[in-house]
């Protein structure tokens, strides 16, 4: 399986769990013999990845600074280098509005996923405004999960939860047992995606507006509901 991941965000409000968790998904699915393009701004644990990509033909590592190009520059460009790639999947794991901006340029046969690290605007806007361009969502907590279906307004057939995996007070061989399952559900989540894609093919739509909104960082739908019922 052919796996672009996009990681391009020098402004981001990931947490440091879902920093941390990429280089071991990254590392997981190249030891299950996928092939992976890392689209970013800079490399999850710097070292061990340009060492990995000079000795493993299935890593690719594509390095560009986010604010260095303008969106009518960065989108043609991305298209462009995913139409050499040609994944199979391209996934949202944090982005900027380039990021985001070529969902409705991409070919239809490629599944479209993104990830929501948090209970939060920042993740659910860019999902609200391409929804129709994205096959497949990922949450990391059940919250970001119904967040999809209840704040951006997406089937729950179309969202899948998916944790970091990480276990508190875990051996080292629970916890890799832990993540071998996590992996092993990205697979999965891959596959159906991918059969979706082939099944209902998304409209390209190459005059589709880019989100000019700003993202607010502010919590959504469930801390409001849980502060209601606190006060």
Not at 10 to 15: E, K, T, V
Not at 20 to 34: A, R, V
Not at 83 to 102: C, H, M, N, Q, R
Not at 177 to 196: G, H, M, N, P, S
Request: aromatic residues 8%; proline residues 6%.
């Amino acid at each position: 399986m052919k796996i672009a991941v996009i990681n391009k965000n020098s402004g981001s409000a990931l947490s440091g769990e879902a920093r941390h968790f990429l280089p071991k998904l990254l590392t997981g699915l190249l030891e299950k013999d996928n092939e992976i393009h890392l689209i970013a701004d800079a490399l999850p644990e710097e070292e061990t990845f340009r060492a990995r990509s000079e000795a493993d033909e299935n890593l690719h590592i594509n390095l560009w600074n986010a604010g260095a190009l303008a969106r009518e520059t960065g989108v043609p460009l991305l298209v462009r280098q995913l139409g050499e790639f040609k994944p199979d999947v391209y996934l949202i794991w944090d982005s900027e509005e380039t990021g985001w901006a070529v969902l409705p340029l991409l070919p239809p046969e490629i599944a479209t996923l993104a990830v929501g690290h948090a209970d939060s605007e920042i993740y659910y806007a860019p999902v609200r405004h391409y929804r129709s361009f994205l096959t497949r969502l990922i949450g990391v907590t059940p919250e970001v999960s119904v967040g999809f279906v209840l704040n951006c307004v997406v089937d729950k057939e179309r969202v899948e939860w998916i944790s970091y995996g990480e276990l508190e007070g875990s051996t080292a061989e629970t916890a890799e047992e832990e993540l071998q399952k996590v992996i092993e559900t990205y697979l999965r989540c891959f596959e159906k995606a991918i059969a979706d894609a082939h099944a209902a093919p998304r409209a390209a739509a190459t005059d589709f507006p880019p989100l000019n909104a700003s993202r607010s960082e502010s919590p959504s739908w469930f801390s409001k509901l849980k502060a209601k019922i606190m006060n």
